[in-house]
């Protein structure tokens, strides 16, 4: 294991220090470039906001990955020197912030987000290691190695989903900042403690990345004085994205689940909004408000009692993840099985699968409430009639 010395933790200062200093001066550019938020049906800001304050992250982070680490990181690892492993990284967090300043003045279509998020991945499959080259069947299965060409998909697949999934909870102040920052910092945790082969480049990135958000975050969270905008929420889901691949390919035998639970509050609540559009005849990809911040806002949570919630669900799931690298084999089977069951008992009770979409707490209400019990047999006796 690799000390984190003085130098490393004075970097960090800096580059929150940079970040905290940036944004203000990241509001004031995007009323004079036009990246405003408007007020509209699906947003709850009652009047203009600047909404390209992700700037402040992505520049604060470039900073500190090309000019400040690799002053005080020398020793390469697997031959790469720490500007070689992160300079393409940063390119391709450089390449989806850029459309996603686009999106915030200019309003791409979603066609041309996407194209510019593939593009990015395109560059870190190219340039880098990090892919999704390997697979590990949890829980004592073999490891699966794939070709270039699914390797090439796999990784496309995973940066464009997480990217996404982490734009689509950007929808209260401080929401993708708080997630971002609680499964970060497990992420790196995980990372220096528990990854089979130990990367410090891996682990004072993500941390790198952690200050940049955390010096955004007071003036983001609520009430807000700027948003993240697509810039700040499409960088931050793709350098995730990318940064967890590391431990998907990792030869652990919970390496495949642990950054999935990491990753659980967008993850989940985008899985589960593709489904409920999919069971309502909609498309997918159709914005609706049942998202589950949307959810707890309509059961009468204050904006950020929402947000605290939603926090505390993330910490649950970083909670398991750390569990989960302790755990014996049958301990993180049991594990699973009860996150499972517990999450869809949440999920039914807060309706974000849509109305009257319960399975299980009809089974459960079948199974402990005889009158009920006797009124489901006898519709369906009656159905048989």
């Not at 984190?4 to 004079?32: A, K, W």
């Not at 947003?43 to 982070?61: E, T």
């Not at 270039?148 to 990217?163: E, K, M, P, R, S």
């Not at 499964?183 to 403690?193: A, D, K, V």
Request: hydrophobic fraction near 55%; glycine fraction near 8%; proline fraction near 4%.
């Amino acid at each position: 294991m690799i000390p984190i010395t003085l130098d490393y933790v004075l970097v960090l200062i800096g580059t929150f220090l940079l970040s905290l200093v940036l944004t203000p001066l990241v509001r004031f550019l995007s009323f004079r470039i036009g990246a405003v938020d408007n007020p509209n049906a699906r947003r709850i800001n009652k009047v203009p906001m600047p909404s390209a304050g992700g700037l402040a992250i992505v520049v604060s982070f470039t900073v500190a990955s090309l000019f400040l680490m690799p002053r005080i990181l020398h020793t390469p690892i697997w031959g790469l020197s720490y500007f070689d492993y992160i300079a393409p990284v940063v390119l391709g967090g450089l390449i989806v912030s850029f459309v996603g300043l686009l999106d915030d003045i200019f309003e791409l279509s979603a066609k041309m987000k996407l194209m510019g998020i593939i593009l990015a991945a395109v560059v870190i499959w190219y340039f880098t290691d990090f892919q999704f080259d390997s697979f590990k069947i949890p829980f004592g299965g073999p490891m699966i190695h794939f070709n270039g060409f699914v390797t090439f998909c796999l990784t496309i697949l995973w940066i464009v989903a997480i990217t996404n999934a982490v734009n689509l909870i950007d929808g209260l102040d401080g929401l993708v900042g708080g997630v971002s920052i609680i499964s970060l910092t497990t992420m790196g945790l995980i990372s220096y403690f528990f990854l089979y082969d130990t990367d410090i480049f891996l682990t004072l990135t993500i941390f790198v990345l952690i200050v940049s958000i955390a010096g955004f975050f007071p003036y983001n969270y609520h009430p807000a004085i700027i948003y993240l905008g697509d810039t700040g929420a499409l960088f931050i889901g793709f350098m995730i994205a990318v940064l967890s691949l590391q431990g998907l390919k990792n030869a652990t035998a919970v390496a495949v689940v642990t950054p999935i639970l990491i990753l659980g509050v967008p993850i989940v609540d985008t899985t589960v909004a593709i489904i409920r559009r999919t069971l309502s005849g909609k498309k997918f990809y159709e914005p609706d408000n049942m998202h589950l911040h949307h959810r707890l806002l309509a059961m009468g949570f204050t904006h950020r009692g929402a947000v605290l919630v939603v926090y505390g669900i993330a910490m649950f799931f970083s909670l398991v993840s750390l569990l989960l690298n302790v755990s014996s084999r049958i301990g993180g089977v049991l594990l699973l099985i009860g996150v499972a069951f517990a999450l869809e008992i949440f999920i039914e009770g807060v309706e974000i699968w849509g109305p009257n979409r319960t399975p299980l707490l009809k089974l459960l209400k079948f199974i402990g409430n005889s009158d009920y019990r006797q009124s489901v047999v006898n519709k369906g006796r009656n159905r048989r009639k």
